[in-house]
């Protein structure tokens, strides 16, 4: 079952296009990318699952069904950047944004208590928002998003200004959060954290979906014919290797048609080259993100 | 609890809890209470209560009796009777007495009164002297007579159809719609700033986007109209508090007359709440729209500006509505709804509104209200994202 399903949505301001077409579908207990360059729409077509915006064209169902009151204390949501009252104490402006979300006073003020506690910033609940750090300010936007316990979570740029530590503990949360059942879509350029936590991903650019699916697959898709080897001295020519390039510290051999990653292999071994690396490149997200985008605007 | 109750009461309290409010709130009672007694102290300084002396020649002051006080805040002047002209100027050089009065023998053929003193008297004794000679003069009068003759007549003029009456000691109740209606128009002058920064604040907290996922557009401009009814609301509670206490304490301690004979006709308050009630709404509907639409809460107050210059409008037609309460153009301003609520509560002082022009005018005020409410929420929902642009008159209306 879908929790999230958007087909063919479209979205003008006045003369501006922000989408043109996109159509996704998100399962129920997954983690799921929303990537694109600045201004690819990905803001908007969030605010038009949310509801927020009314589509030009297309249908959304979220939840089973369109959006209404009782669905909106079903989903958390944190905007990119700010989200709180910034002149108010901490502490009450989660017990107030949490009864919104149908908490009693009493529940969301025991809710963020615990919550507090476990992202550190219990000692800073009665100083106002506009007070903390940008890092406290990103946890506590984090709090405020899961304090009703949400079925489906949206978040747009979560690792923002969190620190190593801050950022680990947001993805343990995050993965705690899918192995409850919760749904998540994120929407972030941070591209290694994509690789870490999504299961699947949807690529936007101008308006438009380039690029949908399991992540692993895609990687396959864009994965060229080469293998990636590092070893103590210097790579014997082999046969069957048509062109060789520097990659990062490694040695990138791309193969000639009909040869296989095994076959390099053993040629190597033969040659007694002391091997320190040996793996089938597969490109990265960003790599593949830069060259789907750019082949996205050559089309 | 439900969610309307949830922001109105959010909304309250981030208002009201603001030492800027608080400062408001207390600021037009506290400058009454200072320019009160500013004018008690100036006056008593002023005011010498040292007794006057009198030197009766004529005989109308033989067994003279005290004149009563007209208010409590007077402080009592003696009257002192010297036999001889020399021993009044004695005590007026040894300051015993600020001044005093000769009666002569042909007083009461000539009327002529001479007065000796060093410094110029004080009003109030001057008044009670002469409220003294009157209650003398007429003691053997009955007592009717002599409040006539002090008082004046009390004329009461009353309208053809008996609905309305005048009477010059009742001038504040005939004059307190038209007090009502200015006080609409500072206190929508007063609010509008919270108004026009309904939403401004979510806005650049981007709060605006959590609580659309959270709440629909109509429950949360409701609930914050509501909330910030509620800051009005205490603020008049509290302003016509002091006001009341004012008038009691006037009333009650200081014995002013035209505080004791307030009374406000039933119908008069109906009228005032039938037309101010949706006139308010209208208005602060209206500001709300504005501050929604707009991108900056500076532009925003800017914006109404001239909503406040609606409001204003009608004093430029005072002349007319004064000589010509009924005339057309006047009848028209009534029923026209920006300038209803102040053209009609201006036009019951000079004249009695028809009972259908004033139908009318509620029914058109309600609807407009009610029409700027819709609009208002419109404004949030379409320009609530739109961060750094405005939103145009003709997005507002193409999109309705």
Known sequence: MHTVKVSHIAKSFGDVKAVTDVSFEVERGEIFGLLGPNGAGKTTALRVILDIFKPDSGTVSILEGPMNDEKKSRLGYMPEERGLYQDITLERCLIYLGTLKGLSKDEARQRAEKLLESFDLADHKTKKVKELSKGMQQKAQIINTILHRPELIIIDEPFTALDPVNTQMVKDLMEELREKGATIIMCTHQMHQVEELCDRILLMDEGKDLLYGNLNEIRKQFSGHAVLVRSNGNLPSIEGVVGIEEHNSSTKLNLDDGINPQDVLSALLEKNVILEKFEIAVPSLDEIFIQAVEEGKQT | ?400
């Open chain 2, 1 to 400: 609890m439900s969610t309307l109750w949830l922001i109105a009461k959010h909304e309250y309290k981030r208002h009201v809890m603001r030492r800027a409010y608080i400062l408001i709130l207390l600021s037009l009672p506290l400058m009454l209470t200072l320019m009160i007694g500013l004018i008690i102290a100036t006056v008593n300084m002023e005011n010498d209560d040292r007794p006057l002396g009198y030197v009766d020649q004529s005989g109308v002051l033989t067994e003279a009796i005290p004149a009563p006080l007209d208010s409590s805040l007077e402080t009592p002047v003696e009257m002192i009777a010297y036999p001889i002209r020399e021993d009044a100027r004695a005590a007026l050089d040894s300051g015993d007495i600020q001044a005093f009065y000769l009666l002569p023998d042909d007083y009461m053929e000539t009327k002529h009164v001479e007065l000796v003193y060093v410094d110029d008297i004080g009003d109030d004794a001057t008044g009670q002297f002469w409220d003294f000679m009157r209650v003398n003069l007429m003691s053997n009068v009955p007592q009717g007579t002599v409040d006539f003759v002090t008082n004046g007549a009390d004329i009461t003029i009353r309208t053809p159809d008996g609905s309305r009456e005048f009477s010059k000691s009742q001038i504040l109740s005939l004059i307190l719609p038209l007090l009502v209606g200015i006080g609409l128009v500072v206190l929508i002058m007063t609010s509008s700033g919270y108004l026009v920064g309904i939403v401004a604040e979510e806005k650049e907290n981007r709060t605006i986007e959590i609580l659309m996922t959270s709440i629909s557009p109509n429950q949360l401009v409701t609930g914050k109209l509501l909330g910030i009814i509620g800051v009005v609301a205490t603020q008049v509670t509290v302003w016509l508090g002091f006001l009341f206490g004012f008038i009691y304490l006037a009333a009650n301690q200081f014995g002013y007359e035209w505080a004791q004979n307030i009374s406000i006709e039933s119908n008069t308050i109906l009228m005032i709440v039938a037309v101010m009630v949706p006139a308010y709404v209208m208005f602060a509907a209206l500001m709300t729209a504005i501050g929604s639409m707009v991108s900056a809460t500076q532009e925003g107050q800017q914006l109404s500006g001239l909503v406040s210059l609606l409001l204003w409008l009608p004093m430029a037609f005072m002349g007319i509505i004064i000589e010509s309460p009924n005339s057309p153009l006047v009848v028209g301003l009534s029923i026209f709804p920006a300038s209803a609520p102040i053209v009609i509560t201006m036009r019951t002082v000079f004249t009695v509104v028809p009972f259908w022009q004033l139908a009318l005018s509620v029914t058109l005020l309600t609807a407009t209200a009610g029409s700027a409410v819709w609009l208002a929420g419109r404004a949030l929902r379409l320009g609530m994202l739109r961060y750094g642009q405005r939103l145009s008159l003709r997005e507002l209306f193409r999109k309705a």
